[in-house]
């Protein structure tokens, strides 16, 4: 292909706006079209090929990690690994862009909370990606609250714990969320919108472990009113 038509190409190529200019170089849209089926052909061969793999190794990973996060004393091994198998941290790292390196940031964000390591729990949860899921996702924003909650960033705190509650609407993740949220504006003295939040629980969740004690959150809140 000569100089001239690598040039028009590209300029086709960066026009894609341009109807009228596809129209008049037919060479030009099979040139395009053939170039997005490669792309489209190289993209899932990478998906096949090396994504997928890493995927399931990965996978064979992080259980190991998974057993020593809900012990205490071995959070570190959770963390860091044991020698044996990898932790969080290096899961997270050599296995990118598969499903076990972005839990693995959620369990990474949660471990560090809970060592007081917050400038690390963040940069964790801001490493996981939004799966769709209906739990996961808002536990992960809600965690962020949690981390600023424990800063005394209450204002924060609230926005994330808002966003964790609308996220999703469920019975587990929403009042726990809306729970979180009341406190914080107690904490900033917004006793009005802490009722408020507080009422939204006794109506919208009268089933959810929040609702059982709501009353009692409610009434705190209105004596400040």
Same mark, same amino acid.
Do not use: C, W
């Given at each position: 292909?000569?100089?001239?038509?690598?040039?028009?190409?590209?300029?086709?190529?960066?026009?894609?706006?341009?109807?009228?200019? +596809?129209?008049?170089?037919?060479?030009?849209?099979?040139?395009?079209?053939?170039?997005?089926?490669?792309?489209?052909?190289?993209?899932?061969?990478?998906?096949?090929?090396?994504?997928?793999?890493?995927?399931?190794?990965?996978?064979?990973?992080?259980?190991?990690?998974?057993?020593?996060?809900?012990?205490?004393?071995?959070?570190?091994?959770?963390?860091?690994?044991?020698?044996? +198998?990898?932790?969080?941290?290096?899961?997270?790292?050599?296995?990118?862009?598969?499903?076990?390196?972005?839990?693995?940031?959620?369990?990474?964000?949660?471990?560090?909370?809970?060592?007081?390591?917050?400038?690390?729990?963040?940069?964790?949860?801001?490493?996981?990606?939004?799966?769709?899921?209906?739990?996961?996702?808002?536990?992960?924003?809600?965690?962020k609250g949690d981390v600023y909650s424990e800063l005394k960033d209450y204002k924060k705190a609230a926005s994330f714990y808002k966003?964790?509650?609308?996220?999703?609407?469920?019975?587990?993740?929403?009042?726990? +969320?809306?729970?979180?949220?009341?406190?914080?504006?107690?904490?900033?003295?917004? +006793?009005?919108?802490?009722?408020?939040?507080?009422?939204?629980?006794?109506?919208?969740?009268?089933?959810?472990?929040?609702?059982?004690?709501?009353?009692?959150?409610?009434?705190?809140?209105?004596?400040?009113?």
């Open positions: 292909m000569s100089k001239n038509q690598n040039q028009n190409n590209a300029g086709q190529a960066n026009k894609p706006s341009q109807g009228s200019s +596809f129209q008049d170089n037919q060479k030009s849209i099979t040139f395009i079209v053939g170039g997005i089926f490669v792309l489209i052909i190289l993209y899932f061969g990478y998906q096949k090929l090396y994504l997928q793999p890493r995927a399931e190794k990965a996978a064979n990973e992080i259980f190991k990690a998974e057993e020593y996060a809900t012990i205490d004393s071995l959070q570190n091994r959770a963390i860091e690994g044991d020698g044996s +198998f990898l932790g969080f941290k290096e899961i997270a790292d050599e296995y990118s862009n598969t499903k076990s390196a972005n839990i693995a940031n959620a369990y990474l964000g949660g471990l560090y909370l809970r060592q007081g390591k917050y400038n690390e729990a963040i940069e964790a949860l801001e490493n996981y990606s939004a799966t769709g899921s209906a739990v996961l996702d808002p536990l992960v924003i809600g965690l966003e964790a509650a609308d996220k999703s609407t469920n019975s587990y993740t929403t009042p726990l +969320f809306l729970k979180k949220l009341g406190l914080v504006y107690e904490a900033q003295n917004e +006793f009005k919108q802490a009722a408020d939040t507080y009422r939204k629980i006794k109506l919208d969740f009268p089933e959810s472990q929040e609702a059982a004690m709501i009353d009692a959150l409610i009434g705190r809140a209105q004596a400040h009113l």
